[in-house]
């Protein structure tokens, strides 16, 4: 999130209005991932509006709206976010490359007091919502994700499984996001998250729970955490699960055949308009 200030209180005597059109934006630290962008910026009594934005990206655009609200000696200022990214993509938001692909949409809808636009998120209420549909993944990625831990050991390199879909929303409390839901559903296995993420430092906690879609080679039961930060999360699998006596469990369970439910498809459109909405 960034430590924009958005502190107008000292602006209380300018009412304006500014309509823009950048055809192109570049950063120090090399490209961006904005190329252009255009909307309407007014002020009205010490409340800012920008409205009617469009940022184009390599693929895909943000639309939406933004206002800063300080009006009657507000010493902090309210902030508004209510922005939607479409037709973008994973490797777009990864920086190109990378092992996983997919076509992303996401909204995000807040609300909450702060002196920068950082700050701000870290008070709001509101919601996130992040979708990924149709992509790829290795097949060995996509084999852990259900906790099958021999195919996941044994698929080959290049090898490929489809995603059907990542969900994601998150209900915003004080900048608090408690996951509601998150689904990884692939060709092989889905993946369930509970937990949250907490704002301004988007710090992680999530309990990552797998199953596999057909008759697992060595299932191994359990759970694994994600933690760290979303742009570095660190996933840990507990002790008790990688033990001698749990593998053997699970090698038991796979000569008896007993290894549990595997995984249905999940309702991949009916979860994004869900959390999109």
Aim: hydrophobic content about 40%; proline content about 5%.
């Amino acid at each position: 999130m960034p430590n924009t200030r958005i502190d107008i209180g000292k602006i209380d005597t300018t009412d304006a209005r500014m309509a823009f059109r950048i055809k192109r934006i570049v950063s120090a630290k090399g490209a961006s991932p904005i190329l252009s962008a255009r909307g309407v910026l007014a002020i009205d009594h010490q409340l800012l509006t920008l409205s009617d934005l469009d940022a184009r990206l390599p693929h895909g655009r943000v639309e939406g709206k933004l206002t800063v609200d300080q009006r009657g000696d507000r010493k902090v200022p309210m902030v508004d976010i209510n922005l939607r990214l479409r037709g973008s993509s994973v490797q777009d938001l990864a920086g190109g490359g990378g092992d996983f692909s997919g076509n992303v949409s996401a909204r995000a809808r807040l609300r909450g007091p702060g002196t920068t636009i950082r700050a701000a998120v870290g008070n709001a209420n509101g919601t996130i919502g992040f979708v990924a549909r149709d992509g790829q993944l290795p097949q060995g990625i996509a084999a852990a994700l259900g906790f099958d831990a021999a195919r996941a050991l044994l698929a080959k390199d290049g090898e490929r499984a489809g995603l059907r879909c990542v969900v994601l929303k998150l209900d915003v409390t004080r900048g608090h996001g408690r996951i509601d839901p998150m689904i990884v559903d692939t060709t092989a296995s889905l993946l369930r998250g509970q937990g949250s993420v907490v704002f301004p430092g988007e710090t992680l906690n999530i309990r990552l729970t797998g199953t596999p879609k057909q008759h697992a080679l060595l299932r191994v039961p359990g759970s694994a955490y994600m933690t760290g930060t979303i742009e570095r999360p660190t996933v840990t699998i507990p002790p008790e699960v990688k033990s001698v006596g749990n593998i053997f469990k699970a090698i038991g369970r796979a000569i008896t055949g007993k290894q549990g439910p595997t995984a249905r498809d999940a309702d991949c459109s009916g979860l994004a308009a869900r959390v999109l909405r």
